[in-house]
């Protein structure tokens, strides 16, 4: 500081030299003095309003730490945020436009078709069943001993660990071996499962027969992607289409006829429906159409069920206080419900609410093979089933409870599959 001071002074100094009278040497010295005090003032003064200036801003700055609003710091925090806001927002625009897109696709792809919905499948089988035929005990290469064979060649067929009944070539005739010959009443069901591997192969005639005992004028035809009622009295003919796309594999047709009314499903789907049959059916024949060769065919038929008609579930519950249905099936030894089961449900979750009032105790019941416990035990996990399916179609739950008797309560005896599945049944009590 010393030297810039002593530097200055004399550049000062010799500013004043022009007059060659004064002696420079005082001049220079006297200058020198002078110059030196006022840049020292000068130069003071710079710094103390620097400092001040910093102190200043050093304050500023302590406050706004305190209060917590840094106006820079903020604003470059904010800025910050902001991108970075900007970008997340941008990101997650991306992601969930990506997210949605995926999503869409899945449930494009996911999305069950229309057979597999059963959503307002309205089927609801008999109460009494006539004629059960689960092929349950019978042996791999027998003909099946529930039926009387008409024609070709039938026999039972182990298929991935479940028997079946397999018609070995085209045309091959059976018709269900029931003492009384004409066994169909009035108002009648029938259900049973076929297999077609493809659209145009695999039909099945189910033949009705009138109460001569010959064969009616009329016949159903199940095929792969068709079906059809036929008869020769009218010379007619109604075609329904099954599925606008077709699936190969199992296909469940169900039949219900009310003194002479036909309706016709095949899985979820009501096919047929004929106002009016003028004619006689009182028992029924099912032949096997075409085959994969004139040798051997591929077609097979499994759980074939035929029950007599009651008065409508609700007539029954105003009369009992309560009904009986064995319409809702489950998987062996499960509480899976079958697909067909929906029919039932659908029509007790659409009086419960046309009648709010009603609510109802979901009771499951078993046959009496296998262990008491594990029967218990199965009756109260299906009774829960069918009550937590109801709940999900919109019942409030306040308005349901399920219990389970097992095998304490059959209706009738054990021994014949008809009397089985009339033992395995749902029934649905006011509470």
Do not use: C
């Not at 089927?123 to 064979?149: A, C, H, M, R, Y």
């Not at 609510?359 to 019941?365: C, D, L, T």
């Amino acid at each position: 500081m010393k030297k810039l001071l002593s530097v200055i002074a004399l550049v000062v100094a010799l500013g004043f030299a022009t007059n060659g009278q004064i002696n420079v040497n005082k001049v220079l010295k006297n200058s020198q003095k002078k110059a030196e005090k006022n840049i020292e003032n000068r130069i003071s003064n710079k710094i103390d309003k620097g400092v001040d200036k910093s102190l200043d801003a050093v304050e500023d700055g302590i406050g706004d730490a305190v209060k917590g609003d840094d106006s820079k710091t903020k604003s470059t925090k904010t800025e910050g945020e902001t991108k970075t806001k900007e970008k997340s927002t941008s990101g997650d625009a991306k992601a969930d436009s990506k997210s949605k897109n995926k999503s869409d696709v899945k449930q494009d792809s996911t999305k069950p078709a229309p057979v597999l919905t059963w959503a307002k499948y309205d089927f609801v089988p008999g109460t009494e069943i006539i004629f059960e035929d689960n092929q349950e005990g019978e042996q791999n290469g027998e003909f099946p001993s529930k039926w009387d064979l008409k024609s070709g060649t039938v026999e039972i067929a182990n298929l991935s660990g479940e028997n079946v009944i397999w018609f070995r070539k085209n045309d091959s005739q059976i018709k269900p071996l029931i003492k009384v010959t004409n066994f169909l009443p009035d108002e009648f069901t029938i259900e049973f499962d076929y297999q077609v591997l493809s659209s145009t192969q695999h039909h099945y005639q189910l033949y009705f027969i009138g109460e001569d005992g010959k064969r009616s004028t009329s016949w159903i035809d199940f095929g792969g992607r068709e079906l059809g009622y036929h008869t020769t009295r009218e010379n007619s003919t109604f075609n329904g289409d099954i599925n606008a796309k077709f699936t190969a594999g199992w296909k469940h047709a169900a039949i219900s006829f009310n003194k002479r009314a036909l309706k016709v499903y095949v899985d979820d789907q009501r096919v047929l429906n004929i106002p009016n049959v003028d004619e006689s059916l009182k028992s029924f024949s099912i032949k096997s159409g075409l085959g994969t060769s004139a040798t051997e065919a591929k077609s097979m038929i499994k759980n074939i069920r035929i029950a007599k008609g009651a008065v409508p579930l609700y007539d029954k519950f105003l009369t009992d206080g309560k009904f009986i249905t064995t319409g809702i099936k489950f998987d062996v030894n499960k509480a899976t419900l079958k697909p067909e089961s929906m029919g039932t449900i659908n029509y007790v979750v659409k009086m419960m609410v046309d009648h709010p009032e009603l609510k109802f105790s979901v009771e499951g019941h078993t046959d009496s093979d296998g262990d008491d416990a594990a029967n218990q035990k199965l009756s109260e996990a299906r009774s829960k089933t069918v009550m937590d399916q109801m709940v999900k179609l919109g019942i409030d739950k306040t308005r349901l409870t399920s219990k389970g008797y097992g095998e304490k309560r059959p209706m009738t005896g054990n021994e014949t599959p008809e009397e089985k599945a009339q033992n395995r049944r749902v029934e649905f009590v006011k509470f």
